[in-house]
C-alpha cells in the first residue's frame, strides 16, 4: 500500500499522538519540553499541590525568570530593584516551585537566566522534531527548529506539569512560500510583519503555518526564531521552519543538545523532518521576498501594517480601523515618515539576541540618538549580555545615548516597571502594539532592530535605509 504523503506538521503531531481525537473529544499529545516561567505557573503549582500531585517528567521541563525581573541591577545593597511587591513575589514562588517540585531553574545566579523563548535554543533544549509547551503566547518561537511548539493556558500549565501531555484538536495546515531574495536592508521582522500583513491578524487562526521557499531557508536561525515568534500575531496556532543543516550547526555543542555519536544520529532522524515533495496543504500563500519593504506597524493590532514609505491605509469606514487610529493619533492616507518618537526600546523574545543586537548597533555606531529619545536596549539572555559585552556592541549603544539592561522582557509587555508613559509613541522590536501594551495609554509601532536604531537617531520615524553604517573610525 502507498504511504500518505504528509507534511513536517502531520509527522510531529503523529509522532506525539498518544490517543487521536473524536467528534467529542481532542486528541492527546505527549510533550517533549515544557518551558516554564514566574507569571503563568503559580496557579499551576498551586493546584498540584492541593491535589497531592507531583510533576510527571521535571526532567522535561526547564523554569527560567524573565517577565517580571527588573531590568536594573541590584543597588549597593545586593537588592533587585522591582517594580512592586507581586513582581518580587511572583520570583520567589517560581524558585519555592521549582525545589519544591526538582525543576530546573536557571535563577540569577545561574549565568543561563533570560527570556523564555531566548534561553531554549541557545541551551541546545529545543530541537527539531520536539513538541514544546510553555505559558506563554510566543512560544511558536522554537518552530524554527522544526518543533511543534504551542502557547497554553495557565490551566494547560498545570495538566502539562501534571500528565506531560496536552488535549489539543489537530490543526489545519498553511504553507507560507516566499521564493527570491530580501532586498538590501530587509530583514526577518520586516518580512513577518509583511507577511502578517498578507494573512490579516486571524488569517492564520485554525492553522500551523510551515515557512517555506528560498528565501525562508537563507536566513539564519536567528532570523527564522523572529519569524515564526509572531506567527502566533496572524491567529496561527503555531509557525515552523523544517529543520536543515543551517539548523544542525546552530545546535552542535550546544549544552542540552545531543553530543558526539549521539547528535549524529539525532541529524539523520531530523533530516527525515522534512515535509514530502508532494504533501498537500490545505491552505498556501506565496509572497515573492523582492517586494518586502522596511515594514511598521500604524495601528493597534500586529496585522496594520505599511512598508515604511508607504501612506497609512484609508480605513474604508472600517469601525476598529477608526478606533485603532484615534488611539495611535494618525490619519489614514497620511505618511509615517517624520511622526516624532520618544521612546525606542530594542529587546524582547523576537528580536533580543546578538544578531538585533548587531543589526542596531550597525546603525548606532559613530552616532547619537535624539536628545528627546528615551531608547532602552535589553538583551534577552545572560549569554547575549556576555558575548554583546565582548563584541563591544553596550559601548556602541551606551555611546550612542542609550540604556543597556539586564536581560528580561522588560517593555515587550511592561509587568516589571519599565513603561511608556501615556501618551508617548514608542518603536518597539518587541511582538505587540495592543493598547496599553507598553504602558496604560502607550502608542506602540512595531519595527526592526535596525529602523527602531534609525527612528532612534532621527527622533521621529525614519527608514532605515537611509542610515548606512558608519565606519569604526567614524565613531
Not at 516551585?97 to 543561563?112: K, M, P, R, V, Y
Not at 487562526?205 to 515568534?229: F, K, Q
Amino acid at each position: 500500500m502507498m504511504s500518505v504523503a504528509r507534511t513536517i506538521i502531520d509527522k510531529v503531531w503523529d509522532a506525539h499522538c498518544v490517543r487521536a481525537e473524536t467528534a467529542d473529544a481532542p486528541a492527546i499529545l505527549y510533550v517533549d519540553l515544557h518551558l516554564v516561567h514566574e507569571v503563568t505557573s503559580p496557579q499551576a503549582f498551586a493546584e498540584l499541590t492541593a491535589r497531592g500531585l507531583r510533576v510527571r517528567r521535571p526532567e522535561r521541563t526547564l523554569a527560567t525568570l524573565d517577565h517580571s525581573t527588573p531590568t536594573l541591577a541590584p543597588g549597593p545593597d545586593g537588592k533587585r530593584p522591582y517594580a512592586d511587591a507581586s513582581t518580587e513575589q511572583q520570583v520567589a514562588t517560581m524558585a519555592r516551585n521549582c525545589s519544591e517540585f526538582d525543576i530546573e531553574l536557571l535563577d540569577f545566579d545561574s549565568g543561563a537566566r533570560g527570556i523564555v523563548h531566548v534561553i531554549g535554543p541557545e541551551l541546545g533544549a529545543t530541537q527539531p522534531g520536539m513538541t514544546i509547551v510553555c505559558g506563554d503566547s510566543h512560544t511558536a518561537t522554537h518552530g524554527a527548529f522544526g518543533a511543534l511548539a504551542f502557547g497554553i493556558g495557565t490551566t494547560e500549565v498545570g495538566h502539562v506539569l501534571a500528565t506531560q501531555c496536552l488535549l489539543q484538536r489537530r490543526p489545519k495546515t498553511l504553507a507560507v512560500t516566499v521564493e527570491g531574495k530580501l532586498p538590501d536592508g530587509v530583514g526577518a521582522k520586516d518580512l513577518i510583519l509583511h507577511i502578517i500583513g498578507e494573512l490579516g491578524m486571524d488569517g492564520g487562526t485554525g492553522y500551523v503555518i510551515e515557512y517555506r521557499g528560498a528565501a525562508i531557508r537563507a536566513l539564519d536561525m536567528e532570523a527564522r526564531m523572529t519569524l515564526c515568534n509572531m506567527s502566533i500575531e496572524a491567529g496561527a496556532r503555531a509557525g515552523l521552519v523544517a529543520p536543515d543543516d543551517i539548523t544542525f550547526a546552530y545546535l552542535r555543542g550546544r549544552p542540552k543538545a545531543p553530543q558526539g555519536a549521539a547528535f549524529d544520529a539525532a541529524v539523520a532522524q531530523w533530516k527525515l523532518l522534512a515535509s514530502d515533495p508532494d504533501a498537500r496543504f490545505d491552505r498556501e500563500l506565496r509572497i515573492d521576498a523582492a517586494s518586502v519593504r522596511p515594514t511598521i506597524t500604524w495601528g493597534t493590532n500586529p496585522g496594520h501594517v505599511v512598508a515604511i514609505d508607504r501612506a497609512i491605509p484609508l480605513g474604508g469606514g472600517d469601525a476598529l480601523v477608526e478606533r485603532a487610529l484615534q488611539y495611535m493619533g494618525f490619519r489614514a492616507g497620511a505618511p509615517l515618515l517624520g511622526e516624532k518618537v520618544d521612546v525606542v526600546f530594542i529587546g524582547s523574545c523576537t528580536n533580543g539576541r546578538l544578531s538585533d543586537l548587531r543589526e542596531a548597533a550597525t546603525v548606532l555606531r559613530g552616532r547619537r540618538i535624539a536628545p528627546h529619545v528615551r531608547m532602552l536596549v535589553v538583551p534577552g539572555s545572560d549569554a547575549v549580555k556576555r558575548a554583546a559585552e565582548a563584541e563591544g556592541l553596550h559601548a556602541v549603544f551606551l555611546g550612542a545615548g542609550a540604556e543597556w539592561r539586564e536581560p528580561g522582557c522588560s517593555m515587550c509587555i511592561a509587568m516589571n516597571g519599565d513603561r511608556v508613559t501615556a501618551g508617548q509613541l514608542s518603536v518597539s522590536t518587541s511582538n505587540r502594539n495592543f493598547e496599553g501594551r507598553q504602558g496604560p495609554g502607550a502608542r506602540t509601532v512595531l519595527a526592526s532592530p535596525a529602523t527602531a536604531a534609525a527612528c532612534a537617531v532621527a527622533g521621529h520615524i525614519a527608514d532605515p535605509r537611509d542610515y548606512a553604517p558608519r565606519s569604526q573610525e567614524a565613531a
